[in-house]
């Protein structure tokens, strides 16, 4: 009777634990995610193995990742995202074509015999892709916490980050179908693409109707009813049921475009104000801990060590280029393509997942299984640190007589910010108007 209630002291200690480790980052000049991120690694089987991956843990965290995409897509502006749609795609492409190759080279140097021998069931010329297909997973979820934690979720960058990691996870879905169908023959590449063209279809047919509807019925209704928040979750979660279960799509692009939905509706702020709330107070602690409580360290050798630094540097550097090259490509200046390099960097929990998929289908073998744990592990906790660095040193260029101002950042925007970094906005965007006054 007892063991039933573990789940209660579960949640405790990672509500705690996270909130600690994040102020204690804060403190540091860092993210709070990274401390939340810390807090799920060092009770986790990796450390102190105080806690372990449960079905509430996982099932909890699974939500609580939708509901983060969810307010990231109530908070963008959709016509942003518009304007940054053709270069989200070179983007995306270049961020998954350069790591992929990368990734590919690496595998290539290491697995053979004698250097790291790999039990996988298929040839090795498909095993060295597969790591290269590892290396072109986006998990945007870290990315979305810390620039809404910073308050550069509505910039340009931001936008561009947004949309090229949606798509990213389109083109991810595909690589990693065309592999696994060089080895498994029942996988029907054909079908995929269709269904990913069927689930944007139905997104995009089911959120018209969704929309008149809502905006009917909000007009209707009186102001702040609750019910509004709890009929925009369900149509969340469904789109976002409907994407993982039936289309094969992840389900946090279905839980994204679900919040790009609301967000065109009168009722945004209020409802975002909601959302806000259960996502700080229970379900993203849960999920950025359970990241890194999902980390179990395997025995690593001499030459598996020099494969997980080299993969390491590999899986940095390639998207910080890839989507570098891509943002400068499509007219974006050099500050905003570090930065959306910067911010495609996290694999995360996604690259676990395809692992996972691979280790099944026989197609990775487990001596590279503690590389690609620490690759997601490095990946995870530097992108939230990287993305401060980039986005205080690699600053709008300052042109005479008018102070450097963000890169499109609303008023709205500004009132996420720390009440100091707030103050210094608005001075500085009193100036501006001055100026431009005269």
């Known amino acids: 009777m007892e063991a039933s209630y573990n789940f209660l002291f579960d949640l405790a200690l990672i509500l ?24 799920g690694l060092i009770l986790g089987p990796a450390c102190l193995n105080i806690l372990k991956e449960t079905t509430f843990i996982h099932d ?24 940054s749609g053709k270069a989200s795609f070179v983007i995306a492409l270049l961020g998954v074509i350069v790591p992929l190759v990368g990734g590919f080279g690496i595998a290539w140097l290491f697995n053979k015999p004698g250097v790291i021998d790999s039990d996988a069931s298929v040839n090795t010329f498909l095993q060295n892709i597969f790591i290269g297909v590892i290396l072109t997973a986006t998990s945007v979820s870290i990315t979305v916490e810390t620039l809404k934690e910073l308050g550069k979720l509505k910039t340009h960058s931001g936008n561009a980050i947004l949309g090229a990691a949606i798509i990213d996870d389109i083109l991810g879905i595909i690589a990693l179908t065309v592999v696994t169908s060089m080895a498994d023959s029942s996988v029907n590449i054909a079908v995929v693409l269709l269904k990913i063209v069927a689930f944007f279809a139905l997104a995009g047919i089911s959120g018209y109707i969704f929309y008149k509807v809502f905006v009917y019925w909000n007009s209707k209704a009186d102001k702040g009813l609750r019910r509004h928040a709890i009929i925009a979750f369900v149509y969340c979660l469904l789109l976002s049921y409907c994407a993982e279960v039936f289309f094969g799509v992840a389900d946090i692009t279905g839980a994204f475009i ?25 379900l993203s602690p849960l999920f950025f801990a359970s990241i890194g409580i999902k980390v179990s360290m395997p025995k690593m050798t001499g030459n598996i060590i020099w494969f997980t630094v080299l993969l390491c540097v590999v899986a940095v550097v390639t998207k910080i280029v890839g989507c570098g090259i891509g943002a400068k490509l ?48 490095l990946t995870t906790i530097i992108t939230p640190i990287m993305l401060k660095v980039v986005f205080r040193k690699f600053a709008p260029p300052m042109t005479a007589g008018q102070p450097a101002i963000e890169e499109n950042i609303s008023d709205a925007e500004s009132m996420a910010m720390p009440f100091e970094e707030r103050e210094k906005y608005m001075d500085s965007h009193d100036v501006v108007k001055k100026i431009h006054k005269k």
């Not at 965290?61 to 990231?72: D, P, S, T």
């Open 258 to 282: 679900a919040g790009l939905v609301i967000s065109q509706t009168q009722r945004t702020q209020f409802l975002a104000t909601k959302f806000e709330t259960l996502s700080y107070m229970y």
């Open 330 to 377: 499509c007219g974006y200046k050099n500050y905003q393509s570090v930065r959306i390099g910067v911010g495609m960097i996290s694999r995360g929990e996604v690259a676990l997942i395809v692992a996972d998929k691979g280790m099944a289908l026989g197609m990775m073998g487990s001596s590279f299984l503690g590389p690609v744990v620490v690759v997601v592990v």
């Open 16 to 39: 705690l634990s996270t909130k600690l480790l994040g102020l204690l980052t804060r403190r540091v000049n860092m993210p709070q995610v990274v401390g939340a991120l810390l807090a």
């Open 60 to 83: 909890s965290a699974e939500i609580g990742v939708v509901l983060l995409m969810f307010c990231a897509g109530m908070e963008t502006d959709i016509q942003e995202l518009k304007k």
